[in-house]
């Protein structure tokens, strides 16, 4: 039983997170994109990073790569998918999530750190954590804006399928704590089923006491239950 | 098989912020252009042989939409011309 972390050529999170669930004694490893799934595959991590270069659209090149065809197969059979930044760009890309991420609304890449609303702690990648919780987690994006219809987004908030909203320090979510003109300050969402999510903030990079904070772990304590 | 020339033309849907071009339009308005708008698109020639036009344009349709546009995000166009 193993998290597979998917290496795409362009990837550069992938050992991050490989290290962050390793020390919260998840096995974890590293799987290059062409090598295929594990047999033993027990969760799948799609990192961040720029694969592919992000030509095209970030995300569009590995969402199309064969290996996604077993991600997809696992997902349909529970298997925890979590995807991380150029991991939700794919995710969204391979329409294992819903909407899209696109442009900033700056047009500017933006790396900083970002308070962040619990909107629905009943999931494997919020359990750890309570509903309207506010924590901080770093963003690293220039193409990190949640884009979807008006009514696609309802549906997605009446099924309680946004995981975390932008907001500031206190929750309070506005257009001011909006980093990159994500709608309704959307930051994370679920696939069909929960066990499926993708999220533009880091969790991984704030998971290991070392560098300050741990207020990630909450997300990767997904798979540590998987 | 007769060769033809398929022009694809991405763009985003009407409504969806396009942030490259306010920020483009701002730098020729700062040049001292006078303009009311400015929209971007993406645009693909795909050279490719086929039966005829329509088994051309099925083609393309089918790149286009698995790959080239993003049905969240975009509009498509596509023309198709004998080389």
Known sequence: ????VIQFGGSNCDRDTVQALTAMGVDAELVWHEDGLPAETSGVVLPGGFSYGDYLRAGAMAARSPIMDEVRELAEEETPVLGICNGAQIGCESALTPGAFTTNESARFQCEHVYLRVENADTPWTRAYEEGEVVEFPIAHGEGRFEIEDERLEELEEDDR????????????????????????????????DHV???????????????????????????AES | MTAYTATVTVRLKSGVLDPEAETTQRSLERLGFEL??????DQFEI?????????????????????????????????????
Do not use: W
């Open chain 1, 197 to 223: 999510a993708v999220m533009m903030p880091h969790p991984e990079r704030v998971s290991l006491p070392e560098l300050g904070s741990t207020d990630g772990r909450g997300v990767l304590t997904g798979f």
């Open chain 1, 162 to 193: 946004i995981l975390f909203r932008y907001c500031d320090g206190d929750g309070n979510v506005t257009a001011d704590t909006n980093p990159n003109g994500s709608k309704h300050n959307v930051a994370g969402v679920t696939g069909e089923d």
């Open chain 2, 36 to 41: 009311e708008d400015l929209r971007s698109a």
């Open chain 2, 47 to 83: 050279d490719l042989d086929a039966e005829d036009r329509e088994d051309a344009e099925d083609r393309v349709t089918e790149m286009t939409e698995r790959l080239l546009a993003n049905p969240t995000l975009h509009d498509y166009e596509i023309t198709i011309d004998e080389q």
């Open chain 1, 1 to 4: 039983m193993t998290v597979a």
